[in-house]
């Protein structure tokens, strides 16, 4: 336990960076940003409630005097599966408007970090939700009854900066600019326990805000504060991971590649190409010689790890609606709930991945392999979907609150996949590709964080008002076919990455041109960082 605690604290303060600066100057301000994330999860699930209940008896042709009844007692009068519905089929819009922004916009600030920095997109990042969340302070205040409809706004300000998932790519880019190559897997699991105890300690001090001041919008001030203090943090205190020499080569790379496609006839088939946003997931079926079990390997992983996040997308609002329409929760102890299972997450990541993986290694005298799965990860993974399945089972057959929050802490072990299915992924490709394979799982996340809430709210909406729990075996059934794939995948992979006698000799010369570039790149990096 202590050997590991101590490689934490070696990758997160003493690891010699490739960069300028070691990571542990930008954890302090990750977790601050995820603080103001979880603690708005359900504050606005139930500012958007008692937003549409008022809409809902203001069409019921009541007195003033009647109105101004109903609406006092928001926790008796909007609980209601009629409520429930016309909240999970209005969420559907907002999930909607959010993820297509965020699945466009995601992979290019990738790139533009590249270009201006990582800091600068950091910052982006975090002006989005600001901005939503200022413009959900004006609905909640509004007179108008259909202030409900801000909520498009705000959605369309947090999808145009990426959201969530810009701010891990980035977070992660600028770990790998930090981070040697073996430790980056570490360092990545830092950011992840982060973004949990971020998600556990966030409702809690949201619930606790609540209760204390009696208003829900004093959590949306709280987390405005926040989002003001990171992106003065990432703009003026914490050093940029890029190299200004690097920055400068990523902006003649786009500025050629701009000259190239501007003097290319523009067909329909050059016009598709351009508007084709779903390129970046070549690199899951590469026709580059890439072996035919390596293939199969990229494949059920990246399936197993987009239906785990959409899992995860879709299924923290219907926990929570279904908990407060089924025991009376209400922003407090939803609160509770996910800083509990954030903690469990936090310490999961932390304490108990490293020690189980090590565990796992000593024991599968091929745990180190770099091609393909081990049986260390397999058996992780694998665990982890088991997590998952129970829980949500869990989840439908509680008969209380404290079975509810026991479901939920089993269901944060399975926080272990994500951490482990990404790192089993970048064993399947070449180094120089690792970038391109992160890029087109960041692209699969945000399309399923627009699929999954689209479906598993539309369940919900048909299902509350006759059998609640019917949306929960939507999800059993999708672990149970997560599982299903996980069998499939291949153990100890041997030998490369490439069929050598089938591979084109072109192939193979633009791989070893590659890596001369990569070189003569990092050492003109190097040299310009002396400078």
Known sequence: MSTILRDLLTIAILAPPLGQAPIYLILPAFLLLTLSYGGLIAPKLNLLLSLICRVHYAEQDLTTDELVKALADVDRNCQTAEMHARVSKFNMSVSLIHGILAAVISPKMGVLSDRIGRCPVLAISALGPLMSNLILILAAKSTSIYGYRWFLVGAVFDG????????????????????APEKRATAFGLFHACLFAGMAIGPAFGGYLVKTTGSILSTFYAAIITEIVFVFFVLFVIPESVSRQHRLDAQEVHRLNREFNTSRSLNVRELVRRMNFLQPLRVLVPQDGTRAVIKKNLMLLSFIDTLLLASGAGGMMIIILYAEFTFGWTSTEAGYFMSIGGSVRAFVLIILLPVTMKFLRSRDPDGLHHVGASFSDITLIRFAIVCEFIAFFGYMVSRNSVEFALSGCLGAVGGIASPTLQSTLTKHVAKENVGALLGALSLLHCIAQIIAPTIFSTIYA??????????FFAFLFIFGTIFVCSLFISKNVEGSLYDVDEIHEGVMAHRDDYELLSANTHGAHEDSDAE
């Open 160 to 179: 145009l900066s990426g959201s969530v998932t810009a701010m891990m790519a980035t977070a992660h880019a600028y770990a790998t600019d930090c981070t």
């Open 462 to 471: 048909y299902t509350v008002g006759w059998y609640p729990k019917a949306v």
